[in-house]
T-cell receptor
Framework: AQTVTQSQPEMSVQEAETVTLSCTYD???????LFWYKQPPSRQMILVIR??????QNATENRFSVNFQKAAKSFSLKISDSQLGDAAMYFC?????????FGTGTSLTVIP | ETGVTQSPTHLIKTRGQQVTLRCSSQ?????VSWYQQALGQGPQFIFQ???????GRGNFPPRFSGLQFPNYSSELNVNALELDDSALYLC???????????????FGPGTRLTVL
């Protein structure tokens, strides 16, 4: 089984600033994917960014980027130029085969 | 393109009852996964259905069962409800090209189940 750990239950950031959310994972698999999902109060889980473990280059999606450290099994999410709409629960997840494993989430508050 | 839909939105049951939750997958998707998300927790994988067969299961007892239909929609059934079954139940669909999936999962809005 895999485990995903998010050690920051809550984070806050000033609007327009940058924030980094931490995630570590544990797997014995060599082939896996990592994800960050956003869950706003409306409850619908939305994919923010995805990283294939075999790719060394860190994924980026507009203002969202990751720092993937495979040896350290670390997968942090950086949000640049934070916006009020970024406020949500953020979940880190790993996928091997047909199972997804989620962390316990980080609640992000964006301060105007 | 139609997204993932779930019904009902909310549901209240009493302990010992049975419940059926429904999920319609996104157009073109052939795989449905179900998750249980307790309050303040991350989603926990229940099981996945691919081509109408269970294709992986998390650590949930047999009273959690499911079905997938030829149109790829799915049901989650929970028998003998317990208080701890109160949670948000999420359905996610994806397109798999084989028994192992590395493709993006698209989530529905969830069904909030309360067991009294």
């Amino acid at each position: 089984a895999q485990t995903v750990t998010q050690s920051q239950p809550e984070m806050s950031v000033q609007e327009a600033e940058t924030v980094t959310l931490s995630c570590t994972y544990d797997t014995s698999e060599s082939d896996y994917y990592l994800f960050w999902y956003k869950q706003p109060p409306s409850r619908q889980m939305i994919l923010v960014i995805r990283q294939e473990a075999y790719k060394q280059q860190n994924a980026t999606e507009n203002r969202f980027s990751v720092n993937f450290q495979k040896a350290a099994k670390s997968f942090s999410l950086k949000i640049s130029d934070s916006q009020l709409g970024d406020a949500a629960m953020y979940f880190c997840a790993s996928n091997t085969g047909n199972q997804f494993y989620f962390g316990t989430g980080t609640s992000l508050t964006v301060i105007p | 393109e139609t997204g993932v839909t779930q019904s009902p939105t909310h549901l209240i049951k009493t302990r010992g009852q049975q419940v059926t939750l429904r999920c319609s997958s996104q157009s073109g998707h052939n795989t449905v996964s179900w998750y249980q998300q307790a309050l303040g927790q991350g989603p926990q994988f229940i099981f996945q259905y691919y081509r109408e067969e269970e294709n992986g299961r998390g650590n949930f007892p047999p009273r959690f069962s499911g079905l997938q239909f030829p149109n790829y929609s799915s049901e989650l059934n929970v028998n003998a409800l317990e208080l701890d079954d109160s949670a948000l139940y999420l359905c996610a669909s994806s397109l798999q090209r084989g028994a192992r999936s590395y493709n993006e999962q698209f989530f529905g809005p969830g069904t909030r189940l309360t067991v009294l």
